[in-house]
């Protein structure tokens, strides 16, 4: 069983720019929920999805987007990127959306923004 | 809103003592979902347990044991006979149900706990 992967592991890039991150589920999973963990802090809820629907969303601009897709991996987008965007983002799957759903996380996106 | 609160930054034994982790939530739901998790070096987080509001019993895995009070909010965490391995950054979670669907989980700043060999 494949559990779930992220990509790129390290990104950099500079303020004002876009950036896409790209996670795969776990098999059988259809729920995925982005994070974002800044240096030191616990993650941080940004959205999460389910049948390719946005199915909630924390306390992020609109610049940070996502979608999913019908096998379920999911990106995040973020848009004119800000230096404090620089974080690990960690992106979990679960097989159901529901609140008692063990969420399973990838290891991490880390970005970088100068 | 919900909030969860591990006050101990870093924590800091030698290997084989007991050493406790806090936290304590704050959430105006009757139904929610409490987490533990564990984020070594590698930065993924590994699933440790999930406990219902409706059960405050206390759990034993092994060397981990886990203890759910709901009349102080707060679900702390021993780990027994430590080691080396145990050293890593453990968080607290909490998980609510919105109505449409669950919310992301609400982490507290973690606790950095170090086994000293």
């Known amino acids: 069983e494949t559990g779930v992967t992220q990509s790129p592991t390290h990104l950099i890039k500079t303020r004002g720019q876009q950036v896409t991150l790209r996670c795969s589920s776990q098999?059988?999973?259809?729920?995925v929920s982005w994070y974002q963990q800044a240096l030191g802090q616990g993650p941080q809820f940004i959205f999460q999805y389910y049948r390719e629907e946005e199915n909630g969303r924390g306390n992020f601009p609109p610049r940070f987007s996502g979608l999913q897709f019908p096998n379920y991996s999911s990106e995040l987008n973020v848009n004119a990127l800000e230096l404090d965007d620089s974080a690990l983002y960690l992106c979990?799957?679960?097989?159901?959306?529901?609140?008692?759903?063990?969420?399973?996380f990838g290891p991490g996106t880390r970005l970088t923004v100068l | 809103a919900q909030k969860v609160t591990q006050a101990q930054t870093e924590i800091s034994v030698v290997e084989k003592e007991d050493v406790t982790l806090d936290c304590v939530y704050e959430?105006?739901?009757?139904?929610?979902?409490l987490f533990w998790y564990k984020q070594p070096p590698s930065g993924e987080l590994v699933f440790l347990i999930r406990?219902?509001?409706?059960?405050?019993q206390n759990e034993i895995s092994g060397r981990y044991s886990w203890n759910f009070q709901k009349s102080t909010s707060s679900f702390n965490f021993t780990i027994t006979a430590s080691q080396v391995v145990d050293s890593a950054v453990y968080f607290c979670a909490l998980s609510v149900y919105s109505g449409g669907g669950a919310d992301g989980l609400t982490f507290g700043k973690g606790t950095h706990l170090i086994i000293q060999p």
């Open positions: 979990a799957s679960s097989f159901t959306r529901g609140l008692s759903s063990e969420q399973f």
């Open positions: 406990r219902n509001s409706f059960d405050e």
């Open positions: 959430t105006r739901d009757t139904t929610y979902y």
């Open positions: 098999s059988g999973h259809n729920t």
